[in-house]
């Protein structure tokens, strides 16, 4: 037992000193706004976000990672704002980071495209 309290310890500190997984930047904060308020100003401040998080991601310095659905979520209000190659981009980044979201993100898809045809 004394010997593998020490041990124990060691992984404990070790756990501790680890970065978190992913990067968040300041999602919290735009998405509540955004969700409050439901406006273009706050509706800019999340595409802001969600471009400074996924370029920070992207640096090659940084082992983080944007959380699962920021990438599909940024996809969709790109395609929103009419900037559907890019949008489209993000959302297969997120299959790629998330392969879990795939089944999800096709039939989101399906439902843009059919409403895009009924119009």
């Known amino acids: 037992m004394k010997k593998v309290l020490p041990i124990f310890m060691a992984v404990i500190f070790l756990a501790s000193c680890a970065k978190p997984l992913y990067y968040w930047g300041n999602y919290n904060e735009a998405s509540y706004?955004?969700?409050?308020?439901?406006?273009?100003?706050?509706?800019?401040?999340?595409?802001?976000?969600?471009?400074?998080?996924i370029e920070k991601a992207e640096k090659k310095s940084t082992r983080q990672v944007p959380p699962p659905g920021v990438y599909a979520d940024y996809g969709f209000l790109l395609i929103e704002e009419g900037r559907a190659t890019q949008g489209e981009r993000m959302l297969e980044?997120?299959?790629?980071?998330?392969?879990?979201?795939?089944?999800?993100?096709?039939?989101?898809?399906?439902m843009i495209n059919g409403e895009e045809e009924e119009q």
């Open 33 to 53: 706004k955004h969700l409050k308020d439901l406006d273009n100003r706050s509706k800019r401040k999340l595409l802001d976000s969600y471009a400074k998080m």
């Open 93 to 110: 980044k997120e299959i790629e980071l998330y392969p879990e979201s795939a089944i999800f993100i096709a039939l989101v898809l399906k």
